[in-house]
């Protein structure tokens, strides 16, 4: 116990000698006349004192690991940024470690509180893993955006291209897959209530709401047609695009059309999605391989692009109502619908990135631009917003709509 309060004393000073030395590149930045760059050394000042106002104000207490590494990270960024030290090897690879880290501890530590503290939410140690990595990779992507803004604004060169964007994001999903695995190793819950939360926290029927009976929505009969129409149309779609040779897309219509059946094995196995939301799912699917043909013939690429975020956020809303509606121990309030849900996009398209980096480089394709990257990321925080609105509208005003079979 003392050698850890002598830590603390340690990490304490440490603290302030970096807090003197972001006060120490504000005044340097300011005397060469870079008054963004001493602009953003007093607001990384700023954020430092977060933890101490949060004590005050809310009797809030960090950990001073969370301290040491909030100053730290700020340090090594704004260090890089003023004193151009991000044209060193490695530095990039190093800041970018510990802001994830860093997300990802505090991705954690929100999610312990949340499990803990709040009455409604117990999750198992699956769902904290998944959400500390759901979180990290989000947040990693909303750093990359505002990398790219400043970028923009400034004319800097905070970004140096697609591969380092990219390397960004895997940093991220190893720093949040790192913090999310030994974290959930050491929570250490009971073994009875480790079997309750998994007892409750299932999927499909397993996770109806006491006092809830089930009952299937019956679809109309222009939404069961559509549901054949739409997986018809990709397999036209796909013999399309094998004969003009364009096997990218005649593989990934061919997929598509085995996608399409996923509703159909949803109900059979777990729930009974309602007919809107099958018909979003499906509608978004059949857009997606209609805007493959118009970018075919076209090279409107933007529209596949905003259409597959649209589907994206389509399966955040989907995922978010589920939760609501048969887990026992979450109950979601609908005015936090909109952040769920753009949370889930840009973590599921950085992941999504990530996957397409790996495969374009495997088969030796061309690497889009960095800037096409973050376009597609602004798709994503569009389309999320687009989806949210309805999403928030649905649980607001059918609160008992039932899913279950």
């Known amino acids: 116990m003392k050698e850890k309060s002598e830590q603390a004393k340690l990490s304490y000073k440490l603290s302030r000698i970096m807090q003197f030395c972001l006060i120490l590149l504000a005044i340097y930045s300011f005397y060469k006349g870079e008054f963004v760059e001493g602009a953003s050394c007093l607001f990384g000042f700023f954020l430092t004192l977060l933890p101490m106002l949060l004590t005050r104000e809310l009797k809030i207490v960090l950990p001073w690991e969370l301290i040491f ?25 190093i800041t970018h470690f510990t802001s994830s880290i860093l997300i990802a501890l505090l991705s954690f ?15 198992n140690r699956l769902s904290i893993a998944f959400l500390t990595v759901f979180f ?28 380092d964007t990219i390397s960004d994001l895997i940093v991220d999903l190893i720093g949040g897959a790192f913090i999310a695995i030994v974290g959930t190793a050491y929570i250490g819950f009971p073994i009875e209530k480790t079997r309750e939360l998994i007892e409750k926290l299932n999927v499909g029927h397993l996770l109806q709401k006491e006092g809830s009976e089930g009952g299937k929505t019956k679809k109309t009969d222009w939404q069961s047609l559509f549901s054949r129409l739409v997986p018809a149309f990709i397999l036209i779609a ?20 085995l996608f399409s059946f996923s509703p159909m ?27 493959g043909i118009i970018t075919s013939a076209l090279q409107l690429e933007s529209i596949t692009r905003f259409v597959s975020s649209g589907m994206v956020a389509t399966f955040g809303l989907i995922g978010v109502v ?8 979450i109950k979601i309030n609908p005015d936090v619908i909109p952040f769920f849900i753009i949370m ?60 279950v079979k």
């Open 238 to 257: 796909g013999v399309y695009f094998f004969i003009k040779r364009d096997y990218v897309w005649g593989s990934l219509a061919l997929a598509s059309v």
């Open 265 to 291: 094995v949803i109900k059979k196995h777990f729930i009974f999605l309602p007919g809107e939301l099958s018909l979003m799912f499906f509608l978004f699917l059949g857009l997606h391989l209609s805007a």
């Open 322 to 329: 589920v939760l609501d509606r048969y887990s026992s121990s």
């Open 109 to 123: 530590t929100i999610v312990m509180i949340l499990d803990r503290y709040v009455a409604s939410i117990k999750l």
């Open 344 to 403: 889930f996009v840009l973590a599921a398209g950085a992941a999504l990135k990530i996957g397409e980096f790996v495969y374009l480089n495997y088969f030796g394709f061309t690497n889009p631009t960095n800037h096409d990257l973050m376009i597609d990321f602004l798709y994503d925080f569009v389309a999320g917003m687009i989806i949210a609105i309805p999403g928030t509208l649905y649980l607001k005003y059918m609160p008992d709509k039932k899913f």
């Open 69 to 93: 590494l909030i100053v730290l990270t700020l340090l090594l960024h704004l260090m890089g940024f003023v004193l151009n030290f991000y044209r060193l090897p490695g530095w990039d690879v």
């Open 136 to 163: 990290t990779l989000a947040c990693g992507v909303f750093w990359e955006l505002g990398e790219f803004a400043h970028d923009f604004l400034t004319k800097g060169t905070q970004q140096v291209g697609y591969l």
